[in-house]
Each structure stands twice: as C-alpha cells, then as structure tokens.
C-alpha cells in the first residue's frame, strides 16, 4: 500500500499544481491513496466548495484541512462531506468530523487530523488526549491509520509522533509550508515527517509575495498577504506500506 500526502495547497497556483502532476506522480510511484491538505487553497485562507471539487478531481481520495478551516464561510455548505475532514480538536459539537475511515484495495484507511496549540492562538481541546482517544476507539476497526498533524512548533509535532508511536501507521505534519528532511521510522514502528511542505509558489515566502513579506518584516507595518506568481512547487511525502504488517517500510520525499 502506497500512501501519498500532499503538503498544504496554496492558492489557485497550487490546485494548477496539483492537477498538473499528481496523476503522473502516481503513476510513476503506484500510489493507492492521496490524502490533500486544503486549508489554503482559497488563495490562502479556507477552502471553496469548487476548490475542494477540484482538489478531488484531480486525483486526492480526501481532503484535510487546520486553522485556516472556517477562512470561507461556505465551508459549511459541504463540511459534512466524508472526503472533508477538519481538526478533530475543536470543541465538541462543532460540525464536521475529524477523522472518518476509507476503504481502499481491501483495506480500511483512517485519516485524521489535528491541530496544534504551540503559536496557533485558536481555542481548542488537547490535540495529545484527543488524538489518543480516538486511536483508541478505531484501532480495532482500521488496518492504517494516518494523522495529519497541523501544527507551528517543530517540537510539538515531534513529541505528537512519539506520542502516537506504536499506536498509528504515520504521522505527517501540515503548517509550515517548508518540508523538513527529517522522515524517518520511530522506534516503535509509526512513520512520521515534521512537514511535508506545500503546493504553491515557490519563490515565494510560504506561498505569499516576497515584497509583501519583507515590508511586514523590514518596517514591522501591516501590509496585507497576497498570493505569489509565477512558477510552482510540489511538495509531497510517499509511504511505503508493508501490506502484511501494516507498517511503514519507507518514506519518499516527492519535490517536484
């Protein structure tokens, strides 16, 4: 079993992206399953309901999303689609799932996905003990189960993986926009990458205009965010399954 995670999409450059090269990629690496994080891909902030259309039309199995999943508020015109999952640590009662299981070539894939605290400033439960109980409530009903974490601090996502090691096939983290080269199998047998980067511009600062950043940066004065142009980036990270075990036997760093 080949799972593909696609770092964070940005903009409509990113979703362009992704239609251009996601179906070669998987062909040339036999993917089975591609999980798309989408919370930027209305030009960086939330996700429309034809950006989340597209996103699977080109080719991703569902869609995860982080702190960005309410930027567009017909979000909730389509939240509760099954291949849509935001943050299972909103509070209680919040609409949507965080997580939901996929059949794929006889075997069950969960994916769920989280969110961090560590810089984020959204109020939400406890990623660890929300993570941990639902791990515990599905392990029994799901063969792989995936965990994209969003999330700021490279030190919470590390001691989220070691948190989780052991009890899940993979973690990948989401946020940052920069892919880390640090994948690796813990010691008890969970994969996990501290980001897997993005899918947007790449000169650009995390997917937006460089002279906008530097002014922000430079005179510390507001100065709104807008997209980059120009050529993209793909950033993806491959896991390699083991059919029997259900373990990761490798992690590929896709950079296209």
Known sequence: MNILAV?????QIGIKELQKKLQKIKQEYNVDF?????ENAAEGMGITE?????ILSAGADCVTMGNHTWGKKEIFNFIDNPKLIRPANYPEGVCGKGYNIYNC???KIAVINAIGRAEINIMTDNPFTVTKKIVQNIKNEADIIILDFHAEATAEKKAMGYNLDGEITAMFGTHTHVQTADE???????????DIGMTGPKNS???MD????LKRFITSLPEKYRIATGDAIFNSVLFEINDE???VEKIVRINN
Do not use: H, S
Request: glycine content about 16%.
């Open 50 to 54: 034809k950006n989340f259309k597209d």
């Open 184 to 194: 690796q199998i813990l010691e008890k047998g969970t994969g996990f990458i501290t």
């Open 7 to 11: 770092g964070d999409i940005v903009g």
């Open 210 to 213: 460089k002279e906008a950043a």
């Open 205 to 207: 600062v995390i997917g």
């Open 34 to 38: 591609v999980i798309v994080n989408g």
């Open 105 to 107: 070539k006889n075997k």
């Open 245 to 247: 075990t259900n373990k």
